[in-house]
């Protein structure tokens, strides 16, 4: 159970706060509701890309880090298909600092040319060294446009290619800021060794005089259903055979999206899951494989992955990978099983109370969802799962024609 | 108005609140520390052996007797271990380090009495089952083909063998020596590594006296010794005399490059100044190798600086991938950073800062108790006391920039220092 209180300010700004008096330590957590979904088709990896230059000074503030870190702060951000979030920790005595930092980069930045130079230098060698120049490291720039069509999570947070972040103007840097960064686009947690009337007197203080801005509408192209097996094989510079296979799932605020996630976690989480016991250990097919979610806003990907054992043929493992979520189309989990999943589910959410940030993160983040209380609420709701919904869930997702296989083939 | 030109006062960290442990010799020899705060109904236990003497014939034995205690007991199949584990929500995982090893249990509190039987099991009856072994050994080998092709990974591996030879620490199997694993071998390993008087049980959470009771009765009884006493001596540090490497990548993109050199450990004296001077040279994220190589070049996404603490002595490294383009440049950068440091005084603005921040991160790695019981695992497995952190903090606080300066002298002999790039030069 995570307490909370929250007000919102004039200008539309919501603020949560968490007491937590077990730490010396405070915390600011700013979401911005923009990710790289709400990019220009052909100015991809923006959203992240502006993520290191809200790092380059703001309008009354030359540098960002400095300041924070003369008293005793850290801070960092990340940027996702669907939101951008900073955060910072510092001991709770300088609590005002962070909010002299956040509001002013709230207010306006520099947008200095030097930093946007440097910055697209950077975010390069980011996609070079996470992307390119890794084994596997393009699967999401290869997988997510076959998965999507027309949605913009066709592209990865880092972009379509390096040439779009190579091109970016500090015009286009103006335009996002003033499109997307301001108070009516943001959540902010303060939480640790904070009271809830400092809070609300310190942003009174540094966050009511900045201006609403305007209102961003997000209208984004849909994915439609997909009704058509997708597939590509690809020789590439790795070791090993690697077995992707993307199903399109419903999105995180669905009411079925609990029964798909248990059903990740039934195929792979730990041990005692199905496809490592049955795939792994029992029939030796695979040296690794694994089944996860991504949690998105609009609709998610569900993924099989493995790498096949020396030997197994694609067609082996693609038939062994199929076989495991055939078994949950047709026979109902016994309820151990999914009694099993759920503990951990739950257990995992107790866990995450142990650390502040993750508190803050996570408040911010279902408040996003559409109230920081379902926070509290979610366990239930993976409790509440059944059998038959998961087998239900099982039939509409697990189609060939709902696929989309990516193969690496090692090159000889 | 508000002038948002003018920074907010602050004030700096005066000192730091450690929990410190019960400790509880049982009458096995093993010890029990704990640690109890926090809110939440659950507990970190961990039980960490010190490692067995390192045997250059058999390098991977002490990595695949620990991985491998989750795979099977005289009464228990891997997947009965693993289903009883999960079932109750609960967490266990085995891990290998340089010297010690370790079993760590996440729990609820309520489900103690089930999942601690478990792990007793693990730590006692362990059988290594040989088709379990062939399977670890199998997927261990595709996973190191995948680990190879990353440059990072075969910097690191090259670096560690240049410092410290054969030695566990210099550890780098390749695919073959993972078939001289016997089981006869791991059966061996570990009768002799897992034995009460060789294991520290840590304890974390809201601990009370139910769940300490429990805990001793479980630990306390029927696991006894064997007469023979536990070897962990270590062989001696042999470095290599080459001290530059490189490993060509022809398709690089970027280039991995690990660069440092032996140096003091925790125990010395000048221990916590030099991690000053890290920080300032590469330890955060406004340091000065981030400032010149990322922020002002723009060469790479990241490059940092760290000092790792070994008993045998320890080891300052930078590390990075830069633009296979700029490899040398960057090296270049590298070099007049650490120049810089021993030729000029680290400004007054600069220092204060990085002193700041120091303590503000030391203050804010105390996330929970688990944090707390991480902090005396350092020291105790070092052998100090409680003592080095007030240490710590005075050192922090008060280091000139004319005593930096002189340890920079003393220390970083950038033509002392092992190179490694892999991808392009």
């Known amino acids: ?152 999570y066709l592209w990865d947070t880092i972009g379509k290619n390096i040439e779009h972040i190579a091109d970016a103007k500090i015009e286009d840097v103006k335009a996002f800021f003033k499109k997307h960064y301001n108070p009516q686009n943001a959540i902010m947690v303060v939480g640790g060794d904070v009271k809830l009337e400092q809070v609300k007197e310190l942003a009174q203080k540094w966050f009511a005089p900045i201006p609403a801005g305007q209102k961003y509408h997000r209208n984004l192209p849909q994915e439609a259903e997909q009704h058509e097996v997708r597939r590509e094989t690809v020789i590439a510079k790795v070791p090993v055979n690697d077995v992707y296979i993307a199903l399109q799932m419903p999105g995180r605020r669905e009411e079925e999206f609990y029964a798909v996630e248990l059903m990740s976690d039934i195929l792979s989480r730990g041990n005692s899951s199905r496809m490592y016991r049955n795939l792994v250990k029992e029939k030796q097919l695979f040296s690794e494989v694994h089944a996860y979610v991504f949690g998105s806003l609009d609709k998610g990907m569900f993924v099989l992955e493995g790498k096949p054992t020396e030997g197994v043929t694609i067609e082996q493992a ?35 109370e142990m650390s502040l940030l993750d508190k803050a993160m996570n408040l911010a983040y279902y408040e996003l969802l559409g109230d920081a209380e379902l926070l509290n ?10 059998p038959a919904q998961i087998k239900e869930e099982a039939n509409k997702l697990f189609r060939k024609d709902n696929s989309s296989t990516l193969i690496y083939l090692a090159e000889q | 108005m508000i002038d948002r030109t003018l920074a907010p006062e602050f004030k700096a960290i005066d000192n730091i609140n450690l929990i410190r442990p019960e400790q509880k010799k049982l009458a096995n020899g093993c010890e029990v520390f704990s640690f109890n705060s926090g809110d939440q ?55 290998y380090g340089f010297e010690q090893s370790l079993v760590t249990l996440y729990s609820l509190t309520k489900h103690l009495d089930k999942t601690l039987p478990v792990v007793k099991d693990i730590l006692i009856n362990s059988v290594f089952p040989q088709k379990e072994l062939e399977t670890f050994i199998r997927n261990q080998q595709q996973k190191l083909q995948v680990s190879l092709q990353k440059n990072d990974v075969v910097a690191r591996r090259t670096f560690n063998k240049a410092l410290y030879g054969d030695t566990i620490y210099g550890l780098t199997a390749d695919v073959d020596t993972y078939n001289t694993l016997k089981r006869d071998d791991l059966l061996t390993h570990f009768k002799q590594m897992f034995q009460p008087s060789n294991c520290s049980i840590i304890i974390a959470g809201k601990v009370e006296q139910a769940a300490l009771d429990l805990l001793a009765d479980t630990f306390g009884a029927d696991w006894e010794g064997t007469s023979t006493a536990v070897d962990t001596t270590q062989p001696e540090v042999n470095r ?70 070994y008993k045998q002595g320890g080891a300052l490294f930078i590390a990075t991938e830069v633009g296979a383009d700029v490899c040398k440049a960057a090296i270049i950068e590298i070099e007049k950073e650490i120049g810089l440091l021993k030729t000029e005084l680290i400004p007054n603005e600069e220092l204060t800062l990085v002193r700041n921040y120091m303590l503000g991160s030391l203050l804010g790695s105390l996330e929970n108790v688990f944090s707390h019981a991480d902090k005396f695992k350092n020291l105790y497995f070092s052998g100090m006391s409680y003592e080095y952190y007030d240490r710590y903090t005075e050192i922090v606080k008060s280091v000139t920039a004319d005593e930096l300066l002189k340890l920079a002298n003393r220390y970083l002999d950038f033509d002392q220092f092992y190179k490694v790039i892999v991808g392009k030069y």
């Open chain 1, 1 to 152: 159970m995570v307490k909370f209180n929250r007000f919102t300010l004039d200008n539309g700004l919501r603020v949560i706060v968490h007491e937590d008096n077990t730490t010396p330590m405070a915390v600011v957590n700013i979401l911005y509701d923009v990710g790289s979904r709400d990019e220009n088709p052909e100015q991809t990896g923006f959203a992240h890309l502006f993520e290191h230059l809200m790092f380059g000074g703001s309008v009354n503030i030359p540098n960002y880090d400095s300041p924070l870190q003369k008293v005793g702060g850290e801070n960092n951000a990340f940027t996702s298909n669907d939101i951008t979030n900073y955060y910072i920790t510092l001991p709770s005595a300088n609590l005002e600092t962070a909010f002299w930092l956040e509001s002013d980069r709230m207010l306006s930045l520099a947008f200095s040319e030097e930093s946007l130079e440097v910055q697209r230098k950077v975010v390069i060698e980011e996609f070079k060294q996470r992307y390119l120049n890794q084994p596997y490291g393009d699967v999401w720039l290869r997988l997510r446009p076959m998965v999507y069509k027309k949605h913009p």
């Open chain 1, 318 to 352: 693609e038939a062994a990978l199929w076989e495991e979520v055939e078994l949950l189309k047709t026979q109902e989990v016994p309820a151990d099983e999914l009694t099993k999943v759920q503990n951990k589910t739950e257990s995992t959410m107790i866990f995450s």
């Open chain 1, 377 to 386: 609420s979610e366990t239930e709701k993976f409790l509440a799962v059944t």
């Open chain 2, 41 to 95: 109904e659950l507990v970190r236990i961990e039980w960490i052996f010190t490692n067995l003497r390192f045997d250059p014939a058999k390098p991977l034995l002490n990595m695949a007797t620990n991985t491998m205690l989750t795979d099977g007991t005289t009464s228990l199949t891997a997947a009965e271990i693993a289903d009883k584990i999960d079932f109750y929500g609960a967490f266990l995982s085995v891990d």
């Open chain 2, 240 to 309: 290599a005399t080459e001290h530059f490497y490189f490993v060509e990548k022809q398709d690089a993109l970027q280039s991995a490059i690990r660069m440092g050199l032996p140096f003091i450990n925790r125990e010395h004296p000048d221990f916590p100044a030099v991690q000053v001077l890290n920080t300032v040279l590469g330890g955060y994220f406004g340091s000065r190798l981030m400032n010149n190589i990322r922020e002002d070049k723009g060469y790479t996404y990241g490059i940092g600086s760290g000092i790792t603490s």
